[in-house]
C-alpha cells in the first residue's frame, strides 16, 4: 500500500487523495518529529511563566480574558474539545473526514503549533488503522476554522465519543483505540485548541472536488462533442486560430478535446441541405467558452488549494526562530471560501449549456431531423422526454446551490468571531453540485448518443463510436420501444463517473487536455 510521509514542508493534493480515498498508510518523518519537539519546548516554557498567552494559559474566544492554572490546564483542554464537539445533522462521508484528520496532521507537523510528537503519531495510527471519527454535517461557520468537524476528530484522540471502524460499524471510540493498541490521548497546554483550529475540511473537500471536476470538464467536452455531432453541427467554429485571438487557455484547451473527438466524423457540417443554418446555437458553438472559463476557474481555485496545502493554519501559533507564540486570524476560510463558491458557479453554468444541448436534441423543430423526444414511435412512445425533466431538475437545484455560501456571516462567540467565512457550507453544498453535474452529463452522453445511432446512413467519428460503445458496455441499452429508463441512466452514470468514458475515448484521441 502507497505511504504518504508527513514533513514539515506541503503536502501535495495526490497525497490528499492517497490518504482520503485510497486508505494510504501515513508516516512522519524524523524531521516532523524534530520540529514538534521543538516547537513543544517553547510552549512548555512559556506554560511555565506566570504571564498569561492565550491558548496556552488562558480560555478561549471571547473568554480569552481568564488566565488559567497549571492546575486546571489539562482539564482546560479536554473541555475545549468536548464542548466544541456540537455538530448535528447526517454524518459526513468517511473520505471528507479522513482528509481533514490529514490536513489537520500536516499542519501539526509543521512545527507551528507546539504539539507534542506523540499527539502527532496517534493521529498518524488512527487514520492507519482506519477508524473514522463520527462527525456531523452542521457545526462549521469556517470560523475559527472547522471547529466542530475537527472537535469530533479530536474526540476520537482522547477515546471519546464514537467512531466507525475499518468494518463500517459505528462504536464507541474508546473500544476502537483499544482494539488496535492505540491509547487516548490526554492533552496537554495549546494542544486541544491545535487540533481544532484550521481550515482542514473545507480545504480537503476543495482538493477532492478538484479532481473530480477536472475529469468531469474533460468528459464534458466529449458529451459536447458528441451533442454538436448528433445536431449535424460544424466543427469548424473548433479552429485552434479562433481560439488563439481570445487566448483563454480553459477555451482552447476545450475546443481542441472536442475537435479531436470529432475527428474523422461524417456527421458534422455537411448535411444542411433542408434547413440550412449560418451557424449553430449558443449551447453548441459556445461549448468551448463556457467549459473553457470552468477550466480556467478550476486552475485558479487550484493555485488557492495549492497555496493553502502550504499553509499552517492554528492560532496561536508558535513561531520557532522567534522563540513565542502569538495570536493571529489565518484560521479565517476566506480565501477557500471564495473558490469553492465560485467553482459551484462554474459546475452550475457547464450544466445548464449541457441541458439546453439535451433539450435542443429533443424537440423536432431544432434537432434536424431527429424523431420527437428520440422516441420509436412518437406518441405511443415517450422517448427521452422525462430524462430531460430530470436533467431540468438537477439543473435548477445547482443553480440553487451556485448561491454564495461565503457572501453570509452571523457573528458568534458573544461578538468575538464577528465575520465568518461559511467555507464549510460552500464546501458542503459544492459536494452536491460534483454529484448533480456527474448526472447532467450522463443524460447528455445517453441522449446524444442515442440520437447519433439514429443518424441512419451516417457515420460517426471513431472516438464517438468508442463514447457511445463505452455507454453501451457500462450498461445502457441503445434506441428502441420504451422501457424502464431509470436503469440506463444510471449505467449512464456509472459511466461517467467511473471515468469509462473519457478512457474509451483517449484510446482513440490519446490524452485529452
Known amino acids: 500500500m502507497h505511504t504518504v510521509v508527513v514533513g514539515t514542508s506541503a503536502v501535495t493534493t495526490a497525497d490528499v487523495l492517497a490518504v482520503a480515498r485510497d486508505g494510504a498508510r501515513t508516516e512522519l518523518s524524523g524531521e516532523a518529529l524534530a520540529a514538534l519537539a521543538a516547537a513543544r519546548e517553547i510552549v512548555d516554557a512559556l506554560a511555565a511563566k506566570p504571564d498569561p498567552v492565550y491558548g496556552v494559559s488562558t480560555g478561549f474566544g471571547a473568554l480569552a480574558t481568564r488566565h488559567i492554572g497549571q492546575e486546571l490546564r489539562t482539564r482546560l483542554q479536554r473541555n475545549i474539545v468536548r464542548s466544541h464537539a456540537a455538530g448535528m445533522g447526517p454524518r459526513v462521508e468517511r473520505e471528507v473526514v479522513r482528509a481533514l484528520m490529514f490536513l489537520r496532521l500536516k499542519t501539526v507537523c509543521s512545527g507551528h503549533t507546539g504539539v507534542r510528537p506523540e499527539v502527532a503519531r496517534t493521529m498518524a495510527d488512527i487514520l492507519n488503522a482506519g477508524i473514522t471519527p463520527v462527525v456531523h454535517e452542521y457545526g462549521s ?5 472547522d471547529l466542530a468537524p475537527l472537535s469530533h476528530c479530536a474526540l476520537t484522540l482522547m477515546g471519546e465519543g464514537e467512531a466507525e471502524g475499518p468494518d463500517g460499524v459505528v462504536r464507541p471510540a474508546a473500544e476502537l483505540l483499544a482494539e488496535h493498541g492505540i491509547a ?6 495549546k494542544e486541544g485548541l491545535a487540533l481544532l483550529n484550521g481550515t482542514d475540511g473545507m480545504l480537503g473537500m476543495l482538493i477532492m472536488a478538484l479532481a473530480d471536476l477536472e475529469a468531469l470538464y474533460t468528459a464534458a467536452d466529449i458529451t459536447a462533442a458528441l451533442s454538436l455531432e448528433a445536431l449535424l453541427g460544424t466543427d469548424k467554429v473548433l479552429a485552434p486560430e479562433l481560439h488563439a485571438i481570445r487566448p483563454h487557455p480553459g477555451q482552447a484547451a476545450s475546443a481542441a478535446n472536442m475537435l479531436a473527438v470529432l475527428r474523422g466524423s461524417g456527421l458534422t457540417g455537411h448535411h444542411q441541405g433542408d434547413a440550412p443554418r449560418v451557424q449553430d446555437a449558443y449551447s453548441v458553438r459556445c ?22 496545502l502550504a499553509s499552517a493554519v492554528d492560532n496561536p501559533v508558535v513561531l520557532p526562530g522567534e522563540g513565542r507564540v502569538e495570536s493571529n486570524g489565518n484560521f479565517h476560510g476566506a480565501p477557500v471560501a471564495y473558490v469553492l463558491d465560485f467553482l459551484a458557479i462554474a459546475a452550475a453554468d457547464l450544466a445548464s449549456i449541457a441541458e439546453r444541448r439535451t433539450d435542443r436534441l429533443l424537440d423536432k423543430n431544432r434537432s434536424h431531423g431527429l424523431p420527437p423526444f428520440l422516441a420509436d414511435d412518437a ?15 438537477l439543473v435548477s437545484e445547482m443553480k440553487r446551490l451556485a448561491v454564495p455560501a ?9 461578538m468575538q468571531e464577528d465575520h465568518v467565512s461559511m467555507g464549510w457550507s460552500a464546501a458542503r453544498k459544492l459536494r452536491t453540485a460534483v454529484d448533480s453535474l456527474t448526472r447532467v452529463l450522463a443524460i447528455e452522453l445517453y441522449t446524444a448518443a442515442r440520437a447519433v445511432e439514429l443518424r441512419e446512413g451516417l457515420t460517426p467519428a471513431p472516438a464517438t463510436r468508442a463514447a457511445i460503445a463505452a455507454l453501451r458496455e457500462a450498461g445502457a441499452e441503445g434506441p428502441g420501444p420504451d422501457r424502464f429508463l431509470a436503469p440506463d441512466l444510471a449505467a449512464a452514470e456509472t459511466c461517467v463517473r467511473a471515468g469509462a468514458l473519457v478512457a474509451a475515448v483517449q484510446t482513440v484521441t490519446g490524452t485529452l487536455r
Open 379 to 393: 406518441g405511443v412512445d415517450s422517448g427521452l422526454m422525462i430524462a430531460q425533466y430530470t436533467q431540468a431538475a
Open 406 to 414: 461565503s457572501v453570509d456571516s452571523i457573528p458568534s462567540s458573544a
Open 184 to 189: 487516548p490521548v490526554e492533552l496537554r497546554e
Open 141 to 145: 461557520l469556517g470560523c475559527s476554522g
Open 287 to 308: 461549448a468551448p467558452q463556457v467549459a473553457g472559463a470552468g477550466r480556467d476557474t478550476l486552475a485558479h481555485a487550484r493555485l488557492v488549494a495549492e497555496r493553502e
